[in-house]
């Protein structure tokens, strides 16, 4: 069983930044890429970006130029660094595994972007 544990979430003013991290249990990355989902209250999940095995990246058009996705593989843990922050941010964001699809899930931390 894979355990995926997010953090690195808070409070910040639009145009900041934050990055948030992913620490997988084991050895993970050979067998799985990793994406960052996130969710606003009442809307659905939508996918934010992903990182292959091999370290290919893909960005949902909303957060393109903005986040970087990256991965430590000697270190198990993933990354999303968040950059110009904006309002329509907010939510909670969830790592997890990825193939063709999400598999395991982290718990989430909540981003919020406001003055």
């Known amino acids: 069983q894979v355990q995926l544990v997010e953090s690195g979430g808070g409070l910040v003013q639009p145009g900041g930044s934050l990055r948030l991290s992913c620490a997988a249990s084991g050895s993970i990355f050979a067998l799985y890429g990793m994406a960052w989902y996130r969710q606003a209250p009442g809307k659905q999940r939508d996918l934010v970006a992903i990182?292959?095995?091999?370290?290919?990246?893909h960005y949902a058009d909303s957060v393109k130029d903005r986040f970087t996705i990256s991965k430590d593989n000697a270190n198990n843990t993933a990354y999303l660094q968040m950059n110009s922050l904006k309002p329509e941010d907010t939510a909670v964001y969830y790592c997890?595994?990825?193939?063709?699809?999400?598999?395991?899930w982290g718990q989430g931390t909540q981003v919020t972007v406001s003055s």
């Open positions: 990182i292959t095995r091999s370290g290919l990246t």
């Open positions: 997890c595994t990825y193939r063709s699809s999400p598999t395991y």
